[in-house]
């Protein structure tokens, strides 16, 4: 295997990954307190800001739920419109259902990653069938639109699978490699991360049941509101799990030590809640944009007519915000105690320099979560929708879009940890790719990517990693 030397630039974080390095002699002990960077006045004001605005956010939340619970409940019991024990039974067992199903995908994953990854990839697909078919035959016009959306996505879910089908034995072997030994209590401690989001979505519930009971003008306000800070603060929980979880794999990957995950999971609360519930809405925001940019790259091709001429631009744009806000960034964020930005920004270079673009582009792994939290929320759509069906056709449609949404999220709860292992791997063998802890696996594909990529392209056509590199170059010179 050819070998590379690690960049320059990294080495002061290795000396402050060293720092923290337990001694062989006691390896059960918890590891000192990460020393962390202390980033720029401006940034620490900001991050201070939002960590003060998730709270007054927790605060108004609960305010408002329990007024609208209050006020539509009194309102149901004299108008009769509204039927609590019919509206709230079938969402509420849903949701817990939910938390179920995401354990069980969860503890699946660490006895089988083969299998938990074959199942999401081929299984999602008629998961998502059956839900759109449950939404056409319930027949309201809410329903026929949700049917047919789901659908489609499931006939271009099996597209997808079929399209990818190669490059599962290698996300397999990643997956397998980088969860082989989880920090130690991580079922524990994701396992208390499920039944936080099953509480607080319950409770998010409960204000939407009092919401449509009350039957203002501003319901369908306050309905989306509550939908929106629903999804939201689950995504806040998800990435907690993750920084939690990376952090722990980086360490172990990095320089072979370990950290108590309660620890962990303290050091995260103090430092990187404000950094995190930014991270929670920009990045989302940024992957919709990049996809957004390659399907119009990918719709235009090499045409210069007038309807595709902003496509180059879009891709630039979309390079730009994926070296600025990505996923991987996290990772630095509970290591390092860096901002969302700069540690987006950090790993993004150090996968330049060890020529990861190629594979990073072709992971599999969010593909794999988000495929499982499809299947979570389709069966629990199915649940709620079933069970409202037969007891008050009417809610059916709206509990099962309410169930399908929060059996995503919380799915997404449960599965950030593999998520997050795969995230630490990527980081830490892009700062070292020389570590002996490392085997061919990543190399190998890289190799074969590469090879791929020259046998199907034209001599004259770049690949699209290399169209994006070039978009962002581009626009990076247009902005100066």
């Not at 995503?408 to 790719?433: D, G, H, T």
């Amino acid at each position: 295997m050819e070998t590379r030397t690690p960049p320059n630039v990294l080495q002061n974080q290795s000396l402050q990954v060293q720092q923290i390095r337990v001694s062989s002699s006691t390896p059960n002990k918890v590891q000192e307190p990460i020393r962390l960077n202390e980033p720029a006045v401006g940034w620490r004001i900001f991050r201070r800001l939002s960590h003060i605005i998730l709270v007054v956010h927790l605060w108004l939340v609960a305010v408002l739920v329990i007024y609208l619970t209050v006020r539509g409940l009194q309102a149901a019991s004299k108008t009769h419109h509204f039927h609590p024990r019919k509206w709230y039974p079938p969402l509420l067992a849903s949701t817990g259902s939910s938390g179920i199903i995401g354990f069980s995908w969860q503890a699946f994953t660490g006895c089988s990653p083969s299998m938990a990854l074959k199942t999401a990839f081929w299984f999602s697909p008629v998961l998502s069938l059956a839900s759109g078919v449950f939404f056409v035959i319930v027949g309201s016009r809410g329903g026929l639109a949700a049917g047919v959306i789901l659908i489609v996505c499931s006939l271009i879910l099996s597209v997808y699978v079929c399209w990818i089908n190669h490059r599962l034995n290698y996300a397999i072997r990643l997956l397998s490699l980088s969860t082989k030994y989880p920090p130690k209590n991580t079922s524990i401690f994701v396992f208390g991360s499920i039944i936080i989001g099953i509480l607080y979505a319950s409770f998010l519930v409960i204000g939407i049941g009092g919401a449509i009971a009350l039957r203002s003008d501003f319901t369908a306000l306050f309905v989306a509101a509550i939908l929106l800070i629903l999804s939201w603060s689950l995504q806040v929980i998800k990435n907690i799990v993750q920084v939690t979880i990376s952090c722990i794999k980086y360490l172990n990957l990095a320089e072979g030590s370990e950290k108590d995950i309660g620890a962990a999971f303290h050091d995260i609360i103090k430092n990187s809640v404000g950094t995190i519930s930014l991270g929670s809405a920009i990045i989302p925001l940024f992957s919709f944009i990049q996809g957004s940019a390659r399907s119009m790259r990918l719709v235009a091709g090499d045409s210069d007519e007038f309807l595709f001429s902003c496509a180059n631009c879009c891709s630039g744009l979309a390079s730009l915000l994926r070296s600025h806000g990505n996923r991987w960034g996290f990772v630095h964020v509970g290591v390092f105690n860096k901002g969302i930005v700069q540690a987006s920004y950090d790993t993004w270079e150090a996968f330049k320099r060890a020529e990861l673009e190629i594979v990073i582009h072709s992971d599999l792994t969010v593909s794999f979560c988000v495929l499982c939290g499809v299947s979570s929320g389709a069966i629990c759509s199915i649940i709620s929708g079933i069970w409202t069906l037969v007891i008050h056709k009417n809610y059916a449609t709206e509990l099962a879009i309410y169930a399908f949404l929060i059996g995503y999220f919380l799915c997404r709860i449960a599965m950030a940890w593999p998520q997050a292992c795969v995230s630490a791997y990527y980081v830490a063998y892009a700062e070292n790719p020389q570590n002996p802890r490392y085997d061919s696996t990543v190399p190998d594909q890289i190799q074969r990517l590469q090879r791929r990529s020259q046998f199907n392209q034209p001599q004259n056509l770049k690949t699209s990693e290399e169209a994006d590199l070039d978009h962002s170059s581009s626009f990076s010179k247009r902005l100066a």
